[in-house]
Antibody, heavy 120, light 113 residues
Framework: QAQLVESGGGVVQPGRSLRLSCAAS????????MHWVRQAPGKGLEWVAV????????HYADSVKGRFTISRDNSKNTLYLQMNSLRVEDTALYYC?????????????WGQGTLVSVSS | QSVLTQPPSVSAAPGQKVTISCSGS????????VSWYQQLPGTAPKLLIY???ERPSGIPDRFSGSKSGTSATLAITGLQTGDEADYYC??????????????FGTGTKVTVL
């Protein structure tokens, strides 16, 4: 059974940093691209970043480019999101999701999410 | 970055049919596959439809997807109270040179009357 479990969320002041983790089990982690998607309270889904299966390519949403870095450790079956220079508007539930499509763009499964709250 | 446009809400009685539209452009829906996700209250999104009209195993055939040009549609027939949820479409967008990004729809709340 494929499972993704996020961790690392919390309350942080604007301008500070936070690193999220996503532990994968039940899948051949090194074979799949991985995404981060966030959802602000009461709002819709917003795609954040993607990393190719081997880490060779990374793409970001304009809203986080230059501040967030996606990475992975295939030996640990773990995905990361380093978030620097956090802003109030980064407050959201952050989900990791497997790109199960091999390119056509569909996400399955999703983790349960980890909450990031940026507040002074 | 662009988003895909969905109606904020749709509703129907149990047993009836609802359709949810997802409008985009040639840089996303027009040239890429569309997927659909169901988000029940308080839970993570779940894949419903992939590659425009394919259902993952375990998804009932009451859910169907289609695509035409720069728009896509999710149809739910035989509506059940358990279908009350938010629904999102999604697709890759290739409007940026040297880079790609993914876009989600604005989301549609389905209410069973």
């Amino acid at each position: 059974q494929a499972q993704l479990v996020e961790s690392g969320g919390g309350v942080v002041q604007p301008g500070r940093s936070l690193r999220l983790s996503c532990a994968a089990s039940g899948i051949i982690f090194s074979s799949y691209g991985m995404h981060w998607v966030r959802q602000a309270p009461g709002k819709g889904l917003e795609w954040v970043a993607v990393i190719w299966y081997d880490g060779s390519k990374k793409h970001y949403a304009d809203s986080v480019k230059g501040r967030f870095t996606i990475s992975r450790d295939n030996s640990k079956n773990t995905l990361y999101l380093q978030m620097n220079s956090l802003r109030v508007e980064d407050t959201a539930l952050y989900y990791c999701a497997r790109d199960a499509s091999g390119g056509s763009g569909w996400f399955d499964p999703w983790g349960q999410g980890t909450l990031v709250s940026v507040s002074s | 970055q662009s988003v895909l446009t969905q109606p904020p809400s749709v509703s129907a009685a149990p047993g009836q049919k609802v359709t949810i539209s997802c409008s985009g452009s040639t840089s996303n829906i027009g040239n890429n596959y569309v997927s659909w996700y169901q988000q029940l209250p308080g839970t993570a999104p779940k894949l419903l439809i992939y590659e425009n009209n394919e259902r993952p195993s375990g998804i009932p055939d009451r859910f169907s997807g289609s695509k035409s040009g720069t728009s896509a549609t999710l149809a739910i027939t035989g509506l059940q109270t358990g279908d009350e949820a938010d629904y999102y479409c999604g697709a890759w967008d290739s409007s940026r040179s040297l880079s790609v990004f993914y876009v989600f729809g604005t989301g549609t709340k389905v209410t069973v009357l």
